[in-house]
């Protein structure tokens, strides 16, 4: 988490024509007499190293842009809700992907992120949450992956008004929740260790019916495997 706000200040310094190595070396240096735990073998050099070369490789991609990004950086969002309630959201970034207009979001992780079956990402309720407070229908994740040789991924995904009126009517009961005390858990989507990718519903959630025949849909014979259903209850 604290290499990860480092190293957006750093992506904040490249958008601001500034040098962003020396961004992140600067950001990086205050945590580095703390007394943190790495794992996966990372030390503070090492994660130093990898994310220059990870910049680096964002600057030659320059697959990014952002206009006015005093403006369109770091954007706060703040929506009434009843009462005195207000949802509040900071957006990474409102720029271009690829020269398509979308709300950007920046990550950092060790391990990439998973871009299989088709249509996960629109699952992410940080995503549907973010496309519900701005409006913004396009939403992209860049996933800045520090590994022996770094990667950037680049996935796309659009939100639909449904998820956005579903996500509303979440906020609303939400709220309600809280204010009777009720504090239930939300099962959703994390990346990059994501359950969501190996779950047999899978194909409900996306609606892909491939997915549905595959998973759940009983073949002939199986009936003689019924026992099975017995002995569970």
């Known amino acids: 988490m604290l290499f990860g706000r480092a190293f957006e200040r750093a992506l904040a310094a490249y958008f601001l024509r500034q040098d962003p190595a020396a961004a992140l070396f600067q950001e990086w240096t205050l945590c580095r007499n703390q007394p943190l735990r790495y794992s996966h073998g990372d030390t503070w050099d090492r994660m130093l190293k990898q994310g220059i ?29 009843s009462g005195l309630n207000e949802f509040v959201a900071y957006i990474d970034a409102i720029g271009r992907l690829d020269d398509q207009s979308c709300l950007l979001e920046w990550k950092t992780t060790s391990s990439r992120y998973p871009e299989e079956p088709d249509g996960l990402l629109a699952l992410d309720p940080q995503l549907v949450c973010y496309s519900w407070i701005t409006g913004v229908s396009e939403v992209a994740q860049v ?3 520090r590994k022996r040789l770094v990667e950037i991924q680049y996935l796309h995904t659009t939100i639909t008004d449904e998820q956005r009126h579903e996500f509303a009517q979440l906020v609303d009961e939400t709220i309600r929740q809280i204010e009777a005390a009720q504090f239930l858990p ?16 899978i194909g409900l959630c996306l609606g892909r019916q491939e997915l549905i025949e595959a998973a759940l849909i009983r073949r002939p014979g199986a009936e003689s495997l019924d026992w099975l259903d017995e002995l569970h209850h």
């Open 53 to 81: 070369q990870l910049l680096e490789r964002f600057c030659q991609e320059d697959r990014v842009r952002i206009r006015q990004p005093r403006r369109n950086l770091q954007i706060k969002f703040v929506r009434p809700l």
């Open 143 to 145: 996933v800045f992956v």
């Open 186 to 201: 939300h099962s959703g989507i994390r990346f990059p260790q994501n359950p969501c990718s190996s779950c047999p519903y």
